[in-house]
């Protein structure tokens, strides 16, 4: 994944509160569950870990694509089916240029295109 195509400032700002909302979360309810149930210290920063990276890859696959959340990146939505004409600079027998129909399929996520 790359950061290339996300507003870097806004991104990590909703990173750190993302994460102090987690840890919160983690701290106030599912560890003392956890300690309930198993009777065992639970150790609390590894699934913090793993939540943060299943949010973001959540976000960098499908939620940016809502218009009310994708104020984290710079880039506009380009997935879907084109069909455009390629015109080339080579001159066929005729001493035309070259121009070809097809169909380009773009597939976006918020860091790649």
């Known amino acids: 994944m790359?950061?290339?195509y996300y507003k870097?400032?806004?991104f990590?700002?909703?990173i750190i509160i993302l994460s102090l909302i987690i840890d919160l979360a983690i701290k106030e309810w599912i560890v003392p569950l956890m300690n309930q149930i198993t009777q065992k210290d639970i150790l609390r920063f590894p699934s913090y870990a793993a939540i943060m990276c299943?949010?973001?890859y959540i976000y960098n696959s499908y939620l940016w694509k809502i218009p009310i959340i994708n104020f984290l990146i710079k880039v506009p939505n380009f997935n879907g089916r084109y069909r455009v004409e390629l015109k080339f600079d080579y001159k066929n027998k005729d001493g035309n240029n070259v121009i070809?129909?097809?169909i380009v399929e773009i597939q976006q996520t918020a860091s790649t295109i």
Do not use: A, N, Y
Request: net charge positive; aromatic share 20%; glycine share 6%.
């Open 54 to 56: 299943f949010i973001i």
């Open 100 to 102: 070809k129909k097809c």
């Open 2 to 4: 790359s950061l290339r």
């Open 8 to 10: 870097i400032g806004i």
């Open 12 to 14: 990590f700002f909703v």
